[in-house]
């Protein structure tokens, strides 16, 4: 597969562990600007690549697994002969930076607004949504008022950027995630960091600290709040930077 990835070095390398950007659900490496800036600033060289499917990289959506989606970051850390990454993932992405995780090793992992594991989401059910599915089709408002109302901390500049960004989404992978998938604690060794939007349940497909307080509770691991953050929101809002401070401030001390 032919991958796009966002690569931006360090301006003063300062850590030797790169950092790997794992976008969510309908999204793209283009919603990491926020942190791709501040990381690289503080000294830490980045990865962020677009899943198949999304954004830049070649491939359908139709029949894409949550596997397919540990696969390109496999190919991202191969193609790229990364050592001992940190992986950060967001929604979606931060179960794809877990999976990959546990499979393969990685220095750290931090999971902001997670998909819940197995494990914490309880047994789940089958159902089966179209081969690619939109933003729409899982709940988001199509009535700007509405979308303005349960995204208050992205200004309605952004709003209107944010919906270019949006893609599709595979039907399969959400399938599996409603399944569960099982992330196992004791293969969770590395350091790990969840983080959380207050306001990350605001739109009907969001997920914030309630579910970032689960993970961390089940896992025994750290947990972070963003105060006022939305489930997009805390990459692209006017919180994303106090987000990504914090994580910065937890990775140097790792």
Known sequence: MKQFILIKNAEEKKHESPVILVHGSWSSSSMWMAYTELFSKMGWDIYAPDLRGHGKSDGSLAGVTMENYVDDIKQTVTENDIKDPIIVGHS?????????????????????????????????????????????????????????????????????????????????????????????????????????????????????????????????????????????????GEHAMESAQKIVEWMAKI
């Open 92 to 236: 979606m992405g931060s179960l794809v930076a877990l999976m990959y995780a546990v499979q393969y090793g990685a220095k750290a992992v931090v999971a902001i607004d997670p998909s819940p594991s197995k494990e914490v989401q309880g047994e789940g059910e089958a159902k089966d949504y179209p081969a690619e599915y939109s933003p729409m089709d899982a709940g988001m408002p199509t009535d700007p008022m509405e979308v303005m109302k349960g995204l208050p901390d992205i200004p309605q500049e952004k709003l209107m950027m944010l919906k270019d960004m949006l893609g599709m989404e595979s039907g399969v992978a959400r399938s599996e995630r409603k399944l569960g998938i099982s992330i196992p604690k004791e293969k969770l060794s590395m350091p790990t960091l969840f983080v959380g939007g207050e306001l990350g349940e605001s739109v009907p497909f969001g997920i914030g600290i309630r579910t970032a307080k689960a993970m961390a509770d089940y896992y025994g691991k750290e947990v972070i709040e963003i105060k006022g953050a939305t489930h997009p929101g805390i990459l692209v």
